[in-house]
């Protein structure tokens, strides 16, 4: 009983203070039912409670951190249920895959060679898991990239070696562009520069080419 009279006190002095009662809960640890009890004979001030309600740093951190918090919640339950719905994908649906991923930005010009760019690494390693599973293996496949002038032409490659699997020696000289990378404002898609995969077989690219124009035959 004693205890609860100390908190009961405490709470009296931190009322007295101009705190909240969610300030008030978070010290002394007791229920907002409670406080209200306590602190019927202590309102706060109608200019205090405009202080409180009135948007600061803090408070609009807290609401931002607040509301990222249940964004991500979401995302991740709908993540799970695309997991759950898409499950392990056979060799079947990943060729078609890859066949849409190559629809939409594979290269379709050249005579004889298959070729994809991106900046989007996960996209380029698809493609070139894609090619695996067409029978070409990573070390067949040429790389070159496309970087600005201020970035480190070295590391991009070992970069890039590293999520593709594919040896630095598959990689050709990199494009260096004149402007520089440190000059755009919005570099979160560059921020590894552009990255093209190229691999030369008149015979895949037939296969490929005319697979698509099947899909097209059929939409």
């Given amino acids: 009983m004693k205890r609860l009279d100390e908190k009961k006190q405490q709470a009296i002095s931190l009322r007295l203070k101009g705190m909240s009662y969610s300030q008030i809960k978070e010290k002394v ?5 409670t406080l209200s009890l ?9 200019e205090r409670i405009r202080e409180l309600q009135s948007p600061s740093p803090q ?6 951190n607040t509301k990222l918090r ?3 919640e979401k995302l991740d339950f709908v993540y799970k249920q695309a997991k759950a719905d898409l499950s392990r994908l056979s060799k079947r649906e990943m ?7 190559y629809w939409g930005e594979g290269t379709k010009t050249a005579r004889a060679s298959l ?14 898991s894609w090619m695996e599973l067409l029978g070409v293996p990573r070390t067949e496949l040429k790389v070159r990239l496309h970087l600005y002038i201020d970035m480190d032409a070295a590391k991009q490659i070992r970069f890039w070696s590293d999520v593709l ?6 990689f050709m000289k990199p494009y260096i562009k004149d402007s520089k990378f440190s000059s755009l404002t919005y570099k979160n898609s560059f921020g590894q520069g552009t990255c093209s995969v190229t691999y030369g077989n008149a015979r895949l690219h037939d296969k490929v080419m005319m697979s698509l124009k099947y899909l097209r035959d059929i939409a």
């Fill in 95 to 101: 060729y078609l895959a890859g066949l849409f991923l």
């Fill in 115 to 128: 070729a994809l760019t991106n900046t989007d690494p996960s996209m380029m390693r698809f493609f070139v």
């Fill in 70 to 72: 249940k964004k991500q």
């Fill in 59 to 64: 408070r609009i951190e807290r609401c931002r």
């Fill in 29 to 33: 640890g007791v229920s907002k039912s």
């Fill in 38 to 46: 306590w602190l019927e004979k202590y309102p706060l001030s109608p």
């Fill in 165 to 170: 699997k594919i040896p630095p020696e598959n």
